[in-house]
């Protein structure tokens, strides 16, 4: 009995360090707009444009992309508005994967529905200069 128990928790805690509870898609190629700001990383799949309005939180996704010198190349340093977090628009494409949390959202406060990762870059071009919503 002793044995079976310690084995249940065993394997307990064994899966629970492997997986936050997310769901991982397949491998594929993304193409959007990415809206990258001060704690924020909005990507607006299949959009070819800046969208007019903020899009909701819940019907994008966050973009987690760690290749930080690339990134760096592409932002306008010293844009930042003490008024609104100053977006830069970002037409990306790119392969990575989509991550569902099940448990709760993805990004900066689990705001957006999943976290769509960059696994390799094709191409990211500014599509505007940097600016904020309604403000």
Known sequence: MILRLISLIAVGLALSSCSDGGFRGGTRQFSGV??????????????????KERPAYKETDWLEWTDWPRLKDLTEDGRENRDCRTIQPFLVKFVGYRTHHPLGGAGHLGLWRSEI?????????????????GG
């Open 34 to 51: 990415w809206l990258y700001a001060f704690e924020e990383s909005t990507f607006v799949e299949g959009a070819t444009e800046i969208p």
């Open 117 to 133: 990762t960059i696994e390799k870059p094709i191409s990211a071009k500014r599509i505007g200069s940097s600016f904020c919503y």
